[in-house]
């Protein structure tokens, strides 16, 4: 285990932002962890740990120590007739671990395919997509413990899961380190295909699912056709959260904008955040070397060049813009370093 003084973090961020950190480190290891905790430089220094980088955006140097969570490794613990448990460590890419189980015909994230950054962010944010969350199938999450050292595991009903939070990034926020994650996943059958957009697209190519791996190529088809690669063109994904209301104010916008679409769901309506951008009349705008991508307003890209501090005040200027029109806040589903 080495740690770097000064490094650049350009590469390890799918903003593709350049920021300087004054302490860097490659996890290689779930034995390094004892060193890395008892090093001066982690000990005396903010902490900040990475995975795909696919969900931060850097505004500023980091006057501290970024850990790459790099641990890789994927098992079946235990399987019966039904179900099977799976042990992936939390530096295996995401869409990594859905083809693997994918491949083995095992249902229950492959609506979760192509979804950016590493396992061990994944609950975290309590990641979704297409009317599926990793809660929907996660048992436990193993963790370490940053201010002794402690391996601990939490298990689902502890970890108070919400919308795209946890308690990971609520009460336990940079108190955890995420070594390994645990899932149960069904051998039989079970598939989520309700979700509007995955209807369509099942329809009009003619697909008849047969196992899961056919949703999740249907799954990356729609995302690859809609979200740009980073690699050609910076941005974190989705960049907001969608916003839920409740019934009053649903109605309420409802009498002003006909063609707003709702979603009811626990009692709460749900409006795509993605829908009043666009409304706003950002979807494709550009300002400088920052803007909405002009097939998806929930994403902000960086068409090269930009600081975090740019692709920040382009999102204010947004979340201005629909408060002035709806009287709603728009929440940033990306963490601002």
């Not at 099977?84 to 994230?109: K, Q």
């Not at 196992?211 to 974190?236: E, H, Y």
């Amino acid at each position: 285990m080495e740690i770097i003084k000064n490094y650049d973090l350009k590469k390890l961020n799918t903003f593709g932002v350049s920021a300087q950190t004054k302490f860097f480190v490659e996890l290689n290891n779930e034995n390094d962890l004892k060193e890395l905790f008892d090093s001066t430089e982690f000990k005396n220094n903010e902490k900040l740990f990475l995975g795909g980088g696919s969900n931060v955006l850097f505004t500023k140097d980091f006057d501290g120590i970024v850990v790459l969570n790099k641990l890789k490794g994927i098992e079946i613990i235990e399987e019966n007739s039904e179900n099977v448990l799976i042990r992936s460590m939390g530096g295996e890419n995401w869409n990594d671990l859905v083809n693997f189980v994918v491949d083995r015909e095992y249902w229950g994230i492959e609506n979760l395919a192509l979804i950016p950054g590493t396992v061990g962010a994944s609950p975290v944010q309590n990641i979704g997509a297409y009317g599926v969350e990793i809660k929907d199938t996660l048992e436990n999450v193993e963790v370490y413990e940053i201010e002794t050292g402690e391996k601990k595991v939490f298990k689902k009903d502890e970890c108070e899961f919400g919308y795209r939070s946890s308690i990971f990034k609520t009460k336990f926020k940079e108190k955890y380190f995420i070594s390994a994650v645990f899932l149960k996943l069904n051998k039989k059958e079970k598939k989520n295909i309700d979700y509007k957009v995955l209807m369509e697209y099942l329809e009009e190519n003619k697909i008849e699912v047969k196992s899961s791996k056919d949703i999740s190529n249907a799954i990356s088809a729609i995302r690859k056709n809609k979200l740009p690669d980073p690699v050609l063109m910076g941005n974190a994904g989705s960049f907001f959260k969608n916003i839920y209301v409740d019934k009053n104010k649903a109605e309420e916008i409802k009498l002003k904008y006909t063609d707003v679409p709702l979603f009811e769901e626990n009692e709460r309506i749900k409006i795509p955040s993605g829908w009043l951008i666009e409304k706003c009349g950002w979807k494709g705008h550009r300002v400088g070397n920052v803007g909405i991508h002009e097939k998806q307003a929930l994403v902000l890209v960086n068409y090269g060049g930009a600081t975090g501090k740019e692709i920040k005040d382009f999102s204010e200027q947004i979340i201005n813009s629909v408060n002035d029109k709806f009287g709603l806040i728009l929440e940033r589903e990306v963490n601002l370093i």
